[in-house]
C-alpha cells in the first residue's frame, strides 16, 4: 500500500476516533472506574461507528466522482482506497456483531455474571428488535462478499452483481444504526458525524442501485475494427465522435456487451479528433476477455465512459525534467500512447529512457522501435527468456536530478522496483505507478 493512500486510510479515522473520544470517554469515566460492562457497550458504539463510517466513504467512492479521483492522484489510487475501506468495514461490523453477542453467550454458558440493571430498560420495540437482526445478518453479508469480490476465479460479471449488494446492505446499516444509537449521543458530535455518513452513504447507495454512476461520463462508440496480436493482446479500434479527448496514458471503461458490463481497459492510442478514433489494448485474462474477439463485429455499438486517470506523463513535462519509464508486458499500453503524442509533436525537449522487459521479440509491439525513434527516446528492451530480469542497478544507473519515474506492469515487481528505487535515492513523489487493479 502506497504511502499516500495509507494517509487516506489512517488521518480521517485518527479524527472519528477523536471525535469518539470526546463524546464518548467523559460519559465512560463519569461514575468512577468502568467495568466490563462498561467497556463492552462503548467497545460496541466504536467498532460500530467506525464500521458505519468507513463503509460510508467506500459507497462515497464508488461514485467515481472528478474531484476525488483528481484528489486521490487517479481512478487506480481512489478504487484502491475504497477496496482497503470495504475490507476494513467488513472486519469491523463483524468485530462490532462479535463485541455485541460473545458477552451475552459468556452469561449463557456461566463463565461471567450478567450485568445489574438499574431500573430496567423496558421492552425493545418491534422496531429496535428488527434492527438489531437486521444488523447481524448485515455483518455476516458483508464479510461473504468481501471475500468473493477478493476472490479472481470469482467471474467478473457475478462480481458485478454481488458487489451492487453492498448498497442494499449498506441502507440496512443506515437503518441499524439510525435506530440502535445511543439517543445522549446525538446530541454530541459524533451523533452528527452519523448523521452525515447516513445522509452521503445513503445518497451514493441510491445513487448505485439506480444505475447512475458514470452515466454523465458515458458516450456511444461503434467497433471500426480488431486484431489479435501474436502475443494474444487485442487491439479495438473505436469512433466516437462525441469522446472528449484524453490524455496518454489514461484508460476507459468499456462496454461491448449490455449483460457483461463495463470493464477498464488503457488506451493506446493518442486522442485522433479528426477521425474521432482512440484504440484499447486488451489481455485477455478471464473468460470475457479470451472470447471477446469472437463477439465482435464491424459497426457494433460500444459504450465508452471516460477518460480516468492521472498516469499521465505531465511530472516535469512542461519544464523537460528526465523521465525513466518501466513497463512489463501489457503494461507498454500508456506508454504506446505517449510516445505517438511525443512523435507526432515532433519537438521533443526531455531525455527519456523506455526500459520494457518482455519474453521475447514476438511480445513486442511491432510499432515499439519505430514510435521510439520518432519520440526521440532511448529504448531499452529486455528479453526476458534469454536474458532474465531487468536488473534494478541498470535503471537506477539512469537516475539523474528531478527525474520522475513511470511503471507499469506487474504489482509485485512496481513495488520492488519502488523500494528499491527510493534506497537509491528517488524522492517517494517522483515515483508514478499505475494500479491497475479494481478487485
Known amino acids: 500500500m502506497t504511502r499516500h493512500l495509507k494517509f487516506w486510510l489512517i488521518a480521517p479515522s485518527l479524527g472519528l476516533l477523536g471525535v469518539w473520544a470526546f463524546s464518548v470517554v467523559p460519559e465512560l469515566f463519569a461514575a468512577g472506574a468502568p467495568g466490563f460492562w462498561e467497556w463492552r457497550r462503548t467497545l460496541v458504539i466504536l467498532t460500530g461507528i467506525f464500521a458505519f463510517g468507513w463503509m460510508s466513504g467506500a459507497m462515497l467512492l464508488s461514485l467515481r466522482l472528478p474531484w476525488l479521483e483528481s484528489r486521490l492522484r487517479g481512478l487506480d489510487k481512489l478504487y484502491r482506497l475504497h477496496k482497503w475501506l470495504g475490507i476494513g468495514a467488513g472486519l469491523l461490523a463483524f468485530a462490532h456483531w462479535m463485541t455485541e453477542l460473545l458477552p451475552k453467550n459468556m452469561v449463557q454458558a456461566g463463565w461471567i455474571a450478567a450485568p445489574a440493571r438499574h431500573g430496567g430498560k423496558g421492552e425493545k420495540s418491534v422496531w429496535m428488535e428488527l434492527a438489531q437482526g437486521a444488523g447481524e445478518w448485515m455483518a455476516y453479508l458483508m464479510i461473504a462478499l468481501v471475500i468473493l469480490a477478493l476472490i479472481k476465479r470469482f467471474a467478473y460479471g457475478r462480481f458485478r452483481f454481488t458487489h451492487r449488494l453492498m448498497s442494499l446492505i449498506f441502507l440496512v446499516g443506515v437503518y441499524h444504526a439510525?435506530?440502535?444509537?445511543?439517543?445522549?449521543?446525538?446530541?454530541?458530535?459524533?451523533?452528527?458525524?452519523?448523521?452525515?455518513?447516513?445522509?452521503?452513504?445513503?445518497?451514493?447507495?441510491?445513487?448505485?442501485?439506480?444505475?447512475?454512476?458514470?452515466?454523465?461520463?458515458?458516450?456511444?462508440?461503434?467497433?471500426?475494427?480488431?486484431?489479435?496480436?501474436?502475443?494474444?493482446?487485442?487491439?479495438?479500434?473505436?469512433?466516437?465522435?462525441?469522446?472528449?479527448?484524453?490524455?496518454?496514458?489514461?484508460?476507459?471503461?468499456?462496454?461491448?456487451?449490455?449483460?457483461?458490463?463495463?470493464?477498464?481497459?488503457?488506451?493506446?492510442?493518442?486522442?485522433?479528433?479528426?477521425?474521432?478514433?482512440?484504440?484499447?489494448?486488451?489481455?485477455?485474462?478471464?473468460?470475457?476477455?479470451?472470447?471477446?474477439?469472437?463477439?465482435?463485429?464491424?459497426?457494433?455499438?460500444?459504450?465508452?465512459?471516460?477518460?480516468?486517470?492521472?498516469?499521465?506523463?505531465?511530472?516535469?513535462?512542461?519544464g523537460g525534467a528526465p523521465q525513466i519509464w518501466?513497463?512489463?508486458?501489457?503494461?507498454?499500453?500508456?506508454?504506446?500512447?505517449?510516445?505517438?503524442?511525443?512523435?507526432?509533436?515532433?519537438?521533443?525537449?526531455?531525455?527519456?529512457?523506455?526500459?520494457?522487459?518482455?519474453?521475447?521479440?514476438?511480445?513486442?509491439?511491432?510499432?515499439?522501435?519505430?514510435?521510439?525513434?520518432?519520440?526521440?527516446?532511448?529504448?531499452?528492451?529486455?528479453?526476458?527468456?534469454?536474458?532474465?530480469?531487468?536488473?534494478?542497478?541498470?535503471?537506477?544507473?539512469?537516475?539523474?536530478?528531478?527525474?520522475s519515474v513511470w511503471f507499469c506492469g506487474p504489482a509485485n515487481w512496481g513495488a520492488a522496483l519502488g523500494k528499491s528505487l527510493q534506497e537509491a535515492g528517488l524522492d517517494a513523489r517522483r515515483y508514478h505507478r499505475e494500479l491497475f487493479e479494481f478487485r
Request: charged share 20%; glycine share 10%.
Open 178 to 318: 439510525l435506530l440502535l444509537l445511543p439517543g445522549e449521543l446525538w446530541r454530541q458530535p459524533i451523533g452528527w458525524l452519523v448523521a452525515l455518513f447516513a445522509l452521503t452513504g445513503g445518497a451514493a447507495a441510491i445513487h448505485a442501485l439506480a444505475g447512475r454512476i458514470g452515466r454523465r461520463r458515458r458516450l456511444p462508440a461503434t467497433v471500426e475494427s480488431w486484431r489479435q496480436r501474436e502475443n494474444g493482446v487485442l487491439e479495438i479500434t473505436c469512433r466516437a465522435p462525441d469522446w472528449p479527448g484524453h490524455q496518454a496514458g489514461q484508460f476507459l471503461l468499456a462496454a461491448f456487451d449490455e449483460q457483461e458490463g463495463a470493464h477498464p481497459f488503457t488506451i493506446a492510442s493518442d486522442w485522433n479528433g479528426d477521425s474521432a478514433t482512440l484504440t484499447l489494448a486488451i489481455k485477455p485474462l478471464g473468460d470475457y476477455t479470451r472470447e471477446l474477439a469472437a463477439t465482435l463485429r464491424s459497426g457494433q455499438r460500444a459504450l465508452l465512459e471516460g477518460p480516468y486517470g492521472a498516469f499521465t506523463f505531465n511530472a516535469g513535462a512542461a
Open 326 to 403: 518501466v513497463a512489463g508486458g501489457i503494461g507498454v499500453t500508456p506508454f504506446l500512447a505517449r510516445l505517438e503524442a511525443l512523435a507526432k509533436d515532433g519537438d521533443v525537449k526531455q531525455d527519456i529512457d523506455f526500459f520494457y522487459s518482455v519474453p521475447d521479440a514476438d511480445h513486442c509491439p511491432a510499432q515499439l522501435a519505430s514510435l521510439c525513434q520518432a519520440a526521440g527516446v532511448r529504448l531499452h528492451c529486455r528479453y526476458t527468456k534469454s536474458e532474465g530480469k531487468q536488473p534494478f542497478s541498470v535503471i537506477q544507473e539512469r537516475l539523474r536530478d528531478n527525474a
